[in-house]
């Protein structure tokens, strides 16, 4: 499995690792990559996500293997490459091979500044994913910022519509699209979007 746009974090990963024996990590950030790999070594300064991996596996049913399921998670990843989703190879100069499945979570919308170059981006994993392979794609509806601190970062406003359009124009076919309005009491002022989208398709 591929994950596109990791981040400093490790919560997608964390269901992942029990179906996939081969995980490849990326992202654009060198501080990302470096937080990710300061998990990876069991660094003292790392980020604690142990209330993240125990809610996982409370989710799953295996309350007791918090401990575990880290140590799993830590021994599935193999690589953590670089990307660039506006490069023809998000990896370049690396060739990854064909995966089984890329999953991306809260990336595209901000490397993306339209609807087309989101639509080539997913043309682009046409050749990181195997015939038959899976697309996973979880992000924000209709968005236009979001806050880290005082730093503002622009999104990509995208709809129900224009999404499964993306989609479709890329070569996927949509197995699941799933869309979950923003609650009105959502304490969420870091951002404006109005919602949230999980996509499987198939390549």
């Not at 209330?51 to 049913?61: D, M």
Request: aromatic share 10%; charged share 30%; with cysteine.
């Amino acid at each position: 499995m591929l994950d596109f746009g990791t981040g400093p974090t490790i919560y997608q990963l964390l269901s992942a690792c029990e179906v996939f024996d081969n995980i490849i990590v990326s992202d654009f950030l060198e501080k990302n990559r470096a937080e990710f790999q300061r998990w990876l070594k069991k660094d003292p300064d790392a980020f604690d996500w142990t209330h993240i991996i125990k809610s996982v596996c409370e989710l799953e049913g295996k309350r007791e293997d918090c401990e575990k399921k880290a140590e799993k998670l830590r021994s599935k990843v193999k690589e953590v490459l670089k990307c660039d989703a506006l490069k023809r190879n998000p990896y370049d100069p690396v060739v990854v091979p064909p995966v089984d499945c890329l999953l991306s979570c809260l990336c595209l919308e901000v490397p993306c500044k339209d609807i087309q170059s989101f639509c080539d981006v997913l043309k682009n994993f046409q050749d990181l994913i195997k015939p038959g392979g899976h697309l996973l794609l979880l992000s924000a509806l209709r968005e236009t910022f979001y806050h880290i601190g005082t730093k503002q970062f622009s999104s990509l406003y995208i709809n129900e519509e224009e999404l499964e359009m993306a989609f479709k124009e890329a070569g996927y076919q949509i197995k699941k699209a799933v869309y979950k309005q923003r609650p009105d009491n959502a304490a969420m002022d870091f951002t404006d979007c109005q919602g949230f989208y999980f996509i499987h398709a198939c390549k």
